[in-house]
């Protein structure tokens, strides 16, 4: 069986909690044509970036930056 999609903007957001920190907070910008852009998702916590990740999508770019920064924050 496939593992299920996990939510990692989800399980971002629970150790920001239980540490008093704030929402994590995510900053997009793409490159290239319209039909072949890449998104580039920052998350920043406390006004500090936790995390980097790309992909195809803005939501894609998103999980990416929130997985990284689950393994950074731990």
Do not use: I, N
């Not at 992909?55 to 990416?64: D, F, H, L, M, P």
């Amino acid at each position: 069986g496939s593992a299920a999609q996990r939510d990692f903007k989800t399980e971002l957001q629970e150790p920001c909690a239980r540490h008093g920190r704030t929402s994590p907070h995510y900053v997009l910008t793409s490159v290239g044509p319209d039909h072949a852009k890449v998104y580039t998702a920052d998350v920043r916590v406390d006004g500090r970036t936790v995390g980097t990740g790309e992909g195809g999508s803005k939501k894609a770019a998103e999980q990416a930056a929130a997985a990284a920064a689950c393994s950074a924050l731990g």
